[in-house]
């Protein structure tokens, strides 16, 4: 679990912790008896012996503590099991058998949260997924304070979602995820801060919903639509029927202009003007039947 969520971080092995001081003191073993085979016969003396054995295991001690750390790595050094110091990137020494180092990779590190089934405030299951964008600011928190410092930010980032997203209703989950996975981010990261990591970012990438729910939903959106098509329509016709008010009173108020609009009508009845038959009266003959009509009311009322 631990390599494949954080590639950066492998959990020291006592075997491996003890493999330096078992391969010196066989290194040892094998130039004491060496020197011993050597000495015996006579054929180098005692003291040259001792100084070449010197040599050779502080050349082996020498070549053997050399580490590189990388710029993105930082080492922590553990002398006898205690923590001393952390490396900087570049050629670093230590004691081999005495002293261990531990790389941690300070790039930004992705962990997956797997879909999670959250109830939320107004009882609706959904599945979540999400991803975790963290990174080591610390590295001698993220070994001395935490195990598995990848594995805990993904569990710690699981309950958060499961706290916020069941403590928020549907619609706001759906519209306003920025929102809510900066209130996951702030709860992670005032925690993992003692851990030696800095969260920089938690989307969430998938709401997956109930089928019946969905049904509702494009129910719900198909009849938004039309209430807001009707209201367009309704607009329309009110908007047409103001502009003919308006171009009413205008044909009213212009003298002949009553007339020009019923020859635009009558040439608009059929587009062939040969089959047309048209008895068009001048005005004066309509202005003299109105005023008959007036002064016959006008008598009748004397009458």
């Given at each position: 679990m631990v390599n494949s969520l954080c590639p950066c971080y492998t959990a020291p092995m006592n075997t491996q912790s003890s493999s330096p001081i078992r391969s010196l003191f066989s290194l040892l073993v094998i130039v004491v008896m060496v020197v011993y085979g050597l000495s015996s016969t006579g054929l180098v003396s005692g003291v040259a012996l001792t100084l070449w054995v010197v040599a050779i295991v502080v050349v082996v001690i020498l070549i053997g503590g050399l580490r590189v750390l990388d710029q993105f790595e930082r080492g922590v050094v553990l002398t006898l099991g205690k923590f001393t110091s952390t490396r900087t990137p570049g050629l670093t020494w230590i004691f081999p058998g005495i002293q261990r180092i531990i790389k941690i990779d300070l790039r930004i590190t992705t962990v997956d949260i797997p879909q999670q089934e959250v109830i939320t405030k107004d009882n609706v299951p959904v599945g979540i997924n999400a991803v975790v964008y963290f990174h080591v600011e610390n590295a001698e928190y993220a070994i001395l304070n935490i195990k598995d410092f990848a594995l805990a930010v993904s569990q710690y980032a699981q309950a958060a979602l499961r706290d916020v997203i069941g403590g928020i209703e549907l619609d706001p989950l759906l519209s306003e995820r920025e929102k809510i996975s900066e209130a996951i981010k702030q709860i992670v990261d005032q925690t993992t801060k003692s851990w030696g990591i800095n969260v920089t970012d938690?989307?969430?990438?998938?709401?997956?919903?109930?089928?019946?729910?969905?049904?509702?939903?494009?129910?719900?959106?198909?009849?938004?639509?039309?209430?807001?098509?009707?209201?367009?329509?309704?607009?329309?016709?009110?908007?047409?029927?103001?502009?003919?008010?308006?171009?009413?009173?205008?044909?009213?108020?212009?003298?002949?202009?009553?007339?020009?609009?019923?020859?635009?009508?009558?040439?608009?009845?059929?587009?062939?003007?040969?089959?047309t038959v048209i008895f068009a009266l001048p005005m004066e003959f309509y202005e003299g039947l109105k005023s008959l009509a007036d002064f016959a009311k006008k008598k009748t009322g004397e009458g």
């Open positions: 938690i989307k969430i990438q998938d709401i997956e919903l109930p089928a019946d729910m969905k049904r509702i939903m494009a129910k719900q959106a198909e009849s938004e639509r039309e209430r807001r098509a009707i209201i367009i329509r309704a607009e329309g016709e009110q908007q047409a029927s103001e502009k003919l008010a308006q171009a009413a009173q205008m044909l009213a108020s212009t003298p002949g202009g009553i007339s020009m609009r019923t020859l635009q009508t009558i040439e608009k009845i059929n587009p062939d003007p040969s089959k």
